[in-house]
């Protein structure tokens, strides 16, 4: 996927075919365009979402660790992986697998990046209650 353009009618083919909320940055890591369930489930539009205007759907005790990783994940042109929780449109949060991608020019220089962010609230909400029956509630697992 090289020399991909978000305004080019392919690249917004593929972003609007993908079941998942889809989207792409440029190299810096600003997010630049995303699909019509990107839109649909934050209810914003691409000029509120443009830029760092992203950061403001993500949950608060997220976002740190969200910057984080994905400022790391930019600097060395790595591939992204995490779970996080993003504000649906109604103000309801729900946990998402984010997966980033780095697209790279001919010369192998990351020139923009393509995720996904899939809904994995029910998933997460399963996990978090087999963690917490296994190691009892309000308990940490952190040898403190």
Sequence with gaps: MNDVQPG???TRYLLECIPQISWMAR??????CGNGRCLEFTGLNLEQLRGSGWRSVVHPEDLGRWMVHWQAAVRVGEPYRLDYRLRRRDG???WHLLLARPVYDGDGLVI???GTCTDIHRYKLLELSVHEREIG???SDDPA
Excluded at 27 to 32: K, L, N, Q, R, S
Aim: hydrophobic letters at 40%; one cysteine or more.
């Design 137 to 139: 509630p309000g308990l």
């Design 92 to 94: 309801v949060y729900r």
């Design 27 to 32: 190299a810096d890591g600003c997010f630049e």
């Design 8 to 10: 080019d009618w392919r």
């Design 112 to 114: 923009r990046w393509f």
